[in-house]
């Protein structure tokens, strides 16, 4: 390897690593680690009355608002990024016997559940009852077979607020 082909190297993994220890600095600076900046989560009301231990309950009153837009807005960006080969994976992976998914949304993970053998029993939650009645359409829309693993108990149904 020539003395000039080194320099380069050399001079981008230079630049490369202060890129990198600026960057990690300023996410430090910004968001830091030492509670600086950083509100006492306690509990709290929105306008509505709604209380809420989330650091801004506004966040759940913004989902209700974008809920039957959200899947068409968030699919092309999740397919470029590869987010649903990561669902998949995930889930392929890790969800064994009943499920319980904390904040499901529109369901967006509904077709990447592996079959009833691995996984029986899907209960959907989330503080948004707008994306919940999105993702009860598309329970809905599926067949009786699989539908009945989003069953609740007693007949009642498996998505709850």
């Not at 960057?23 to 809420?52: F, H, I, M, P």
């Not at 359409?137 to 009642?156: F, I, L, Q, T, W």
Request: proline content about 2%; hydrophobic content about 35%.
């Amino acid at each position: 390897m020539s003395m000039a082909t080194y320099a380069k190297r050399v001079g981008f993994v230079a630049v490369s690593g202060t890129v990198y220890v600026g960057a990690v600095y300023l996410g430090l600076q910004l968001y830091g680690g030492n509670g600086k900046g950083q509100q006492k989560r306690s509990l709290t009301e929105d306008e509505d009355g709604v209380k809420s231990y989330v650091f801004d309950p506004r966040r759940t009153s913004t989902f209700q608002k974008i809920a039957y837009s959200y899947d068409d807005e968030i699919e092309k960006d999740e397919l470029v990024m590869g987010i649903n080969l990561l669902r998949r994976a995930l889930l392929y992976f890790h969800a064994k016997g009943d499920v319980l998914e904390v904040g499901a949304g529109t369901g967006r993970n509904l077709g990447y559940y592996p079959g009833q053998s691995t996984v029986g029993k899907i209960i959907l939650t989330d503080s948004s009852e707008k994306m919940l009645q999105q993702a009860k359409e598309k329970v809905g829309r599926m067949p009786s077979a699989e539908r009945e693993r989003y069953g609740g108990r007693r007949g009642k149904p498996g998505i709850f607020l």
